[in-house]
């Protein structure tokens, strides 16, 4: 647990950064910010290979390095709010200069790396997104994919990190699956979504059903050219569970990493209850912390 309530301070301590900074809408620019700290911010050399970023504490000013070479703005950004995350974190600057004084990031959202990277990927998801921020725009636009389209365009992040932000914020049962081949890579899910049932979840390697993702990730092609696709499903095709519940299943392929994401919703029950009950389990859940980023 210790580990998930770093993440949550580190997301937390991301957009009051956004807010103290004066951002109050889309998008938060982390270059002003890294400017306004005088922090040095330079492109990636072109030798330097197998890093995203990296955060050189020098003299006279500590220097930002992002990487432009995929000429992806979401990218880029994502980087740079990953670096301030080093910077403006409790402990991180400590432990980087007993370290030498230079921080090497690889991309985020990777399985497998080591905390300071897993938080400093919250703080810039909280930097670039923050909560109040994500939920207004949801209810905003439409529910599912092309909201969560808009929300990467408005927020200048990449389709990825605008799916897993939504799904933490989401007010309404949202579930965000990223797969390849015929198997789940992780999954993230809204509270209202892990409510539907008990057993609401997936495990990386889990077997995609049969349906709109399997079928897509089947035709080579579709994942590369980022092509998209959709249909219905039901909850219990996707989940261990003997509810029913029509779901929309949208996917698109995320280009060059060869992964596909899917967005599982429903407008029918994104809509808030009419009758104004809600049975005490709901109550509960909501009431229960829960750390989407949790993996
Ligand atoms: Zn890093």
């Not at 492109?43 to 990487?67: D, H, N, T, W």
């Not at 910077?87 to 004084?101: C, E, N, R, T």
């Not at 990449?158 to 990223?178: D, G, K, M, Q, Y």
């Not at 989940?239 to 029918?268: K, P, W």
Request: glycine fraction near 10%; include cysteine.
């Amino acid at each position: 647990m210790a580990g998930k309530f770093r993440l949550l301070m580190a997301t937390q301590t991301g957009q009051k950064r956004a807010r103290d900074e004066g951002f109050h809408s889309f998008p938060v620019d982390p270059f002003a910010i890294a400017a306004k700290h005088d922090i040095h911010i330079e492109e990636k050399p072109a030798g330097m290979q197998g890093v995203s970023g990296a955060l050189i504490f020098a003299e006279p000013r500590p220097i930002i390095i992002y990487s432009a070479e995929l000429e992806n703005e979401g990218f880029e950004r994502f980087s740079v709010a990953h670096e301030l995350g080093h910077y403006f974190l409790p402990d991180h600057p400590d432990q980087i200069l007993k370290a030498g004084g230079q921080h090497f990031s690889r991309a985020g959202f990777t399985e497998g790396t080591s905390s300071i990277e897993l938080e400093a990927d919250h703080f810039a998801a909280g930097l670039l997104m923050p909560a109040g921020l994500v939920r207004s725009h949801l209810e905003r636009h439409q529910v599912g994919l092309e909201g969560i389209c808009r929300l990467a365009e408005d927020a200048h992040v990449s389709l990825t990190a605008a799916a897993i932000r939504a799904a933490e914020c989401a007010s309404f049962p949202l579930c965000v699956v990223v797969s390849n081949g015929g198997e789940v890579r992780y999954a993230f899910s809204s509270d209202a979504f892990k409510s539907l049932g008990t057993r609401i979840f997936l495990r990386k390697g889990d077997p995609l059903p049969a349906g709109v993702t399997a079928a897509f990730n089947a035709r080579s092609g579709n994942v590369t050219a980022a092509r998209r696709s959709a249909g219905e499903c039901d909850l219990k095709d996707w989940f261990d569970t003997d509810r029913h519940a029509r779901l929309d299943e949208e996917v698109i392929g995320i280009g060059r990493y060869g992964f596909t994401l899917t967005i599982l919703s429903s407008e029918a029950l994104a809509e808030p209850d009419d009758d104004g009950e809600e049975d005490e389990e709901a109550v509960i859940d909501r009431w229960t912390p829960r750390f989407a980023y949790g993996r």
